[in-house]
């Protein structure tokens, strides 16, 4: 079992950059896929990025490509989330979710976490 706690969220001018953290307590992290949602009021919740467990593999939602990149430190069981020219429409709950079942496929289904964190609000003004 792995507890997760996000921090990093914020309000912030269109443009700018946050990096939310994802902190895992309990077992090791480095056995779990990671992954980061978002749900934006009135909205389902949406996947945003994941990273494998071996950090060798990531995957991206089309709408953050180029833009976010996610990243994961084991020894300090964290993981990362870097915002880059955040834009109205990335305002959101961020979530962060872990699942240790093995899959030959890094998930970027909600229904295939099964831990998740609390969230933490990301406020982008225009």
């Known amino acids: 079992q792995v507890r997760l706690v996000e921090s990093g969220g914020g309000l912030v001018q269109a443009g700018g950059s946050l990096r939310l953290s994802c902190a895992a307590a309990g077992r090791r992290s480095n056995t779990y896929d990671m992954a980061w949602f978002r749900q934006a009021p009135g909205n389902e919740r949406e996947f945003v990025a994941a990273i494998s467990w071996t950090a060798e593999n990531t995957d991206y939602a089309d709408s953050v490509e180029g833009r976010f990149t996610i990243s994961r430190d084991d020894p300090k069981n964290t993981m990362f989330l870097q915002m880059n020219s955040l834009k109205a429409e990335d305002t959101a709950v961020y979530y962060c979710?872990?699942?240790?079942?093995?899959?030959?496929?890094?998930?970027?289904?909600?229904?295939?976490?099964?831990?998740w964190g609390q969230g933490t609000q990301v406020t982008v003004s225009s």
């Open positions: 979710a872990a699942d240790d079942t093995y899959r030959a496929y890094l998930p970027t289904i909600s229904d295939e976490y099964g831990y």
